[in-house]
């Protein structure tokens, strides 16, 4: 499933139209937001209807400016949450899945003393919803220097505003394939001005639900690029809550490498230009540590299960100095193995205040289960927990 997002500058004539439904019929988005469509809300349906879409809401534009709509498909039970000049927030229910998310379509003020309202109006949207959450459109603001090129450097003060209200929402910038730049301003040599506008954030819930998802900048007939948002498709939320969850494990710290990957991965993902980027490096941080587990630190009931084969076989063996030292290495491996394994389950019951001693692994693993189910019951998905 993808999603399309783009800034149309305008929807009033014909060609624009075709040009759209053009794009569309390429692409067959489920859901499409679009800014900057100049039409009344009662103008909108002949869009509606010429893109092939079955359902659609819209915000009118004020005088010849703005106007906003977002469009999708049957596939998707859209309810909307709300909406002004700037924005259309919708959760979204994938009819295939249990799982509902947000999604919220924004357009940023052009005008720079009014850019704050934007920022306050992106934090009052944070603070309404706990779950998962995709925000993408033309915010009108770059986060660095570096995604604008030509005219005069962006105020500092501007970008780290910016920066500053995605830490506050814990939304972290999804990245993108295709050109650095979403907005050209038409004009050539030393006139031409390129920006970063247009860009997609999510939160860690957001993207624990979609972990292969990414956002490639196309060309379209307007002076944006088109987001458009691909996604992975939506496994059952046992299955996906199993696989793509991030949660420390604190067996880990017993293994010295643990340290060195999250130093590593801390000092290659830290900017020192951008010391606000904490949800960034604590991201970098829980991938790393998700592959060095699957990596090199490895199941822990499958290593179990190894090394007691093993020390199985060498008790079968004739017995010798070599058997006996190799059964004392293999005998303190797999009493390393089970106390990693007693301190998982104790954190994945959540019975932290037991001191580590009593091994009662399999009473540990019956609450654990207990825990999950309640937790599935009840709906509460805790897809991101970092310890």
Known sequence: MNIFVLNCRGL?????????????????????????????????????????????????????????????????????????????????????NAVAWRFTGFYGESVESRKYLSWQLLGKLAERYQGPWLCAGDFNEVLYQSEKQGGLPRDERKTIAFREVLNKCQLIDMGFIGGPFTWWNGRLGEETIV???????????????????????????????????????????????????????????????????????????????????????????????????????????????????SLEHTNKLPISQDRLKEKMALQSQLNELLEREEILWKQRARVDWLKHGDRNTAYFHSTANSVRWTAQCSSVLFLICCT
């Open 12 to 96: 009033g004539g014909p060609r624009a139209v075709q040009r759209l439904k053009s794009q569309l019929r390429t692409l067959k988005p489920q859901l499409v937001f679009l800014s900057e469509t100049k039409l009344l809300a009662s103008e909108f349906d002949k869009v509606k209807i010429a893109c092939m879409f079955k359902s659609a809401f819209s915000v009118s534009c004020v005088g010849r400016s703005g106007g906003l709509a977002m469009l999708w498909n049957d596939d998707f039970d859209v309810t909307l949450l709300s909406f002004s000049c700037s924005h259309i927030d919708v959760s979204v229910h994938h009819l295939s």
């Open 195 to 309: 920006e970063r506008l247009d860009r997609a954030v999510s939160n860690l819930s957001w993207q624990a639900l979609f972990p292969n998802a990414h956002v490639d900048h196309l060309c379209s007939f307007s002076d944006h690029c088109a987001l458009n948002i691909q996604m992975d498709k939506l496994e059952t939320v046992s299955n996906q809550q199993r696989r793509s969850r991030f949660r420390f494990e604190p067996m880990w710290l017993r293994d010295p490498s643990c340290s060195k990957v999250v130093e590593s991965s801390w000092r290659t993902a830290f900017k020192p230009q951008d010391r606000t980027n904490l949800l960034g490096n604590l991201a970098a941080v829980g991938k790393a540590l998700s592959n060095w587990n699957r990596e090199s630190f490895g199941h822990i009931q499958n290593a179990i299960q190894k090394t007691q084969k």
